[in-house]
């Protein structure tokens, strides 16, 4: 199907409006999803979690994460100013899978050559963001999925966005499964230095496709531009940019004075 062709939704009739890369299409008028390039519709479970931090309360929290933390230039609550915020519902898949890795190795690291054997078992809640290219810190990320309902447009404040997925399910899959299989070999490295054996065997419980919300918060300080991640569901700190101690002389000896000399 060409990019070009009109689309129409399947759930309403409306008229869908393609970008370039995305596959999992949610109608932006009645919330359908489907898979644009198999035609398919869209079967797993769709779910949103709701947004509970409005613009004024995200201010609050960035505001006090920058008063916080010792490695922070202690006039940055008062020197920074924010410039730009954006909130955006990113497109998330949790593969829940169990995963046997049945292995066989060495021991060398003490100077010994010690056999290691046997399986390990793990079961995984595993997140892909369905993006490609993307910055997003998806590992320190806990998605808040308590908190989840059927996925239902009216849960989208009408000045937030939100993001089509580039790739489907399947490819979702495909993905966890080499990023679990570099996660099992990192637990694994910790009794083996050689690795002679190391298979995978995978049992997919369910997928599923999940829009969460996440603040953007862009900041200047000292003429530097900086950003901060803001889970939007529980107000967490995902990631800030910590700009470098505040370079002037002042604000370089308040530092020093506090990180050094208490
Ligand atoms: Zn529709």
């Given at each position: 199907m060409g990019i070009a062709e009109k689309v129409k939704c399947e759930g309403c009739g409306a008229p869908l409006d393609l970008k370039?890369?995305?596959?999992?299409?949610?109608?932006?008028?009645?919330?359908t999803a489907f898979?644009?390039?198999?035609?398919?519709?869209?079967?797993?479970?769709?779910?949103?979690?709701?947004?509970?931090?409005d613009e004024t309360k995200c201010r609050e929290v960035v505001k006090h994460w920058m008063a916080s933390g010792g490695i922070k230039p202690t006039n940055l609550p008062a020197a920074s100013k924010i410039t730009d915020m954006g909130?955006?519902?990113?497109?998330?898949y949790v593969?829940?899978?169990?995963?046997?890795?049945i292995y066989d190795g060495v021991f060398t690291r003490t100077g010994g050559q010690k056999p290691r054997n046997g399986q390990m078992h793990r079961e995984y809640y595993w997140k892909i963001l369905g993006?490609?290219?993307?910055?997003?810190?998806t590992k320190e990320y806990e998605i808040p999925l308590r908190g989840k309902e059927d996925f239902n447009l009216s849960k989208i404040p009408p000045t937030a966005k939100y993001l089509n997925a580039e790739f489907d399910e399947k490819d979702a899959e495909d993905l966890a499964r080499v990023e679990i299989q570099d996660h099992q070999k990192f637990l694994l490295s910790q009794q083996i230095d050689q690795f002679n054996k190391f298979d995978n065997d995978f049992e997919t419980e369910d997928i599923e496709f999940v829009h969460a919300p996440i603040w953007r918060?862009?900041?200047?300080?000292?003429?530097?531009?900086?950003?901060?991640?803001?889970?939007?569901?529980?107000?967490?700190?995902i990631r800030g940019?910590?700009?470098?101690?505040?370079?002037s002389v002042g604000g370089f000896f308040s530092d020093l004075k506090k990180s050094i000399f208490g």
């Open positions: 370039a890369g995305e596959v999992v299409i949610t109608c932006e008028y009645c919330g898979n644009i390039a198999s035609g398919e519709d869209f079967f797993i479970k769709h779910s949103i979690i709701p947004c509970n931090y909130l955006t519902f990113l497109p998330f593969v829940h899978t169990n995963v046997t890795t993006r490609r290219g993307s910055k997003f810190p918060i862009d900041y200047t300080y000292n003429k530097g531009d900086y950003q901060v991640l803001v889970d939007a569901t529980t107000g967490e700190v940019d910590i700009p470098p101690p505040d370079a």
